[in-house]
């Protein structure tokens, strides 16, 4: 049951809408399911509904009137109420019973007290009501509604428990604002597939993820195609910004500017500039860990993310406050490989990093926040630029996605902890679409290994099957006539050995590197850790790729837009109509 509140000043104009058709037609029998007194005109229900409707209008702004300027400009308070899809039809007795309820545990009419303000509940839909209110009581002096929106959460947590209703996560105030009925309706007239509010809200995750500094971000602000108005204190330093998106106007024709706080509570620039003071660490020549310098850009920078990464859900599991700030980061990374994301995973990843940015607000604050390792390992996905999708660079998208999927269960636990309900769950959220983007990303590489781990003589192949049993003993060799589970981490284990490594000892330093409890299919997760270990090419077909001669990857404005892929990557469509434009070439 989700409750939304709102102030307003025109009581009949909202009352015009609520009995009205709607704007799709989608109002059915408006009528009264209960008011303050349960004698209030019911337009709904009168022969001369106009009449009816000024009558209802004078009665609930009566006591407005009588108190005269001492009237709160938005003196209409509005809450609508709806229950969640799949739950059963409410009777109007029991919309009355919850619309009691809420004006009772908000303050705008507590049970017992006669002046409490004068309230409509209104219903013409099955799933939901609206609850009209006017905020002046009986005895002329405004009531008090400190924290009505959680007081509105709160009973409704404890109606759908009462009532049988599907139980929703309580939220603790960290969320980002929701788009307006009114933007959503605009979206869908002007054809987009979301709204304005939202599309913002996309583009500067994006640009924030990685960026070195203030320039850099208002840079890529403007790259992504975004209007960009910063605002100065007369020092000339910036206090704030505002986005926009190109063509969205309102009715006078003028830009709808969005200030980054509106878009999410981290979003606002004091919120941006601590990221930004924290830095991202220097990173001058491939590590170890990173593979061998000779491969693509892409590919080298998504295998060091896969260490920073794993180090990051490490922490997450060690329970400790401090880890919110390990959320943060990862939050960048999956906003800057959605970018630079191929077409056969974009969808799942921008669906994952939508999901995750729940999942990085909560009130827990870490006191030595220390994101610069994840920072850096964006700001170097997005410099590299667009995975191909296939080779070498899909073969290591297939390898951090591994690991992200970890991670982001990880933070689920840690949230799950905590009581953060809302943000437990969008991490899961972020997990699946994540397990979704490495199926496609892992498949040609790892039937690849299938295939390598089949060829194998048999002597071989059985002296490595006996080392992972041995290593993980419940992981047994599947004999049901289909092909082995075990076959790419066979082959992996054969390369490894080939390479100069220890089969055993390096399978049981991957086992060590943290539980496999929470992986959908073990074997895959050992066969991305191995081979990154090793610095095994992580598409098993492929030799490593090297750069021309005298070539050197540079961060240009293409790969750099938000928004959009690198021109090597099929093109994402640009902020400003997701849908139409064609990419820069």
């Known amino acids: 049951m989700v409750p939304d509140i709102g102030r307003g000043s025109r009581t009949h104009g909202l009352l015009v809408y609520l009995y009205g058709p709607g704007r799709r037609e989608e109002h059915t029998d408006a009528h009264l ?42 003196h209409v308070w509005h809450c609508s109420v709806r229950t969640a899809p799949g739950d059963r039809r409410l009777s109007d007795e029991e919309w009355n019973a919850v619309a009691q309820r809420i004006v009772h545990a908000t303050g705008i009419a507590p049970d017992g007290d006669p002046d409490g303000c004068r309230w409509i509940a209104v219903r013409h839909a099955e799933d939901h009501i609206h609850i009209v209110a006017t905020l002046v009581r009986g005895d002329l002096r405004n009531p008090r509604l400190n924290y009505d929106f959680n007081k509105a959460q709160a009973v409704c947590r404890r109606i759908e428990e009462e009532m049988g209703l599907r139980r929703l996560n309580a939220g603790d105030g960290t969320a980002a604002k929701n788009p307006t009925s009114a933007e959503k309706f605009k979206a869908e007239r002007t054809g987009r597939p979301e709204t304005s509010r939202e599309t913002l809200r996309e583009a500067v995750r994006q640009a924030v993820a990685g960026a070195d500094d203030e320039e850099e971000f208002f840079t890529r602000l403007r790259e992504a195609g975004l209007r960009v108005k910063v605002r100065h204190a007369p020092s000339g330093d910036a206090l704030g910004y505002n986005v926009a998106l190109p063509g969205d106007r309102n009715r006078h024709g003028e830009p709808v500017w969005y200030p980054g706080s509106k878009l999410a509570p981290d979003l606002s620039l004091p919120k941006i500039r601590l990221r930004l003071t924290d830095g991202t660490a220097e990173r001058t020549t491939p590590s170890a860990a990173d593979g061998r310098a000779d491969w693509s850009p892409p590919a080298r920078e998504r295998r060091s993310a896969t260490g920073i990464a794993e180090r990051a859900a490490v922490l997450l599991d060690g329970d400790d406050d401090e880890a919110a700030a390990q959320l943060v980061g990862i939050g960048e990374l999956l906003d800057a490989v959605a970018q630079t994301s191929s077409i056969a995973t974009r ?23 220390d994101t610069r390792a994840l920072r850096s390992a964006a700001r170097g996905i997005v410099q590299a630029g667009g995975a191909l999708g296939r080779g070498e660079d899909g073969g290591t998208t297939a390898m951090l996605l591994s690991t992200l999927v970890l991670v982001t269960l990880a933070a689920a636990r840690w949230h799950s902890a905590r009581g953060h309900a809302q943000q437990a769950h969008a991490s899961r959220q972020a997990a699946e679409h994540l397990r979704a983007a490495y199926r496609q990303a892992a498949a040609v590489p790892m039937r690849v290994l299938h295939d390598q781990g089949r060829a194998l003589p048999g002597a071989q192949r059985r002296t490595h099957e006996a080392t992972f049993r041995a290593a993980l003993p419940e992981q047994g060799v599947r004999t049901d006539g289909l092909p082995s589970k075990t076959d790419a981490l066979v082959a992996t284990l054969a390369q490894a050995e080939q390479a100069g490594h220890d089969p055993e000892a390096l399978l049981q330093q991957a086992i060590d590197m943290r539980e496999l409890n929470t992986a959908a299919d073990v074997n895959d997760v050992l066969v ?25 990857p540079t961060r240009t404005s293409a790969n750099r837009t938000i928004g959009r892929s690198a021109p090597t990557a099929a093109p994402r469509p640009t902020v400003s109509d997701p849908r139409s434009r064609p990419p820069r070439r």
């Open 347 to 369: 969808a799942e990843l921008a669906a994952a990093a939508r999901a995750f940015e729940r999942a990085t607000r909560s009130h827990v604050r870490a006191e030595r926040a």
């Open 528 to 552: 991305w850790r191995l081979r990154r270990l090793a610095q095994l090419p992580a598409h098993p077909g492929e030799a490593p790729r090297r750069p021309q001669a005298g070539t050197r």
């Open 33 to 74: 399911v209960g008011s303050w007194d349960g004698f209030a005109p019911d337009p709904g229900r009168d022969t001369d509904p106009h009449v009816t409707l000024a009558r209802l209008t004078a009665a609930l702004d009566l006591r407005v009137k009588q108190a005269g300027d001492r009237a709160p400009a938005k």
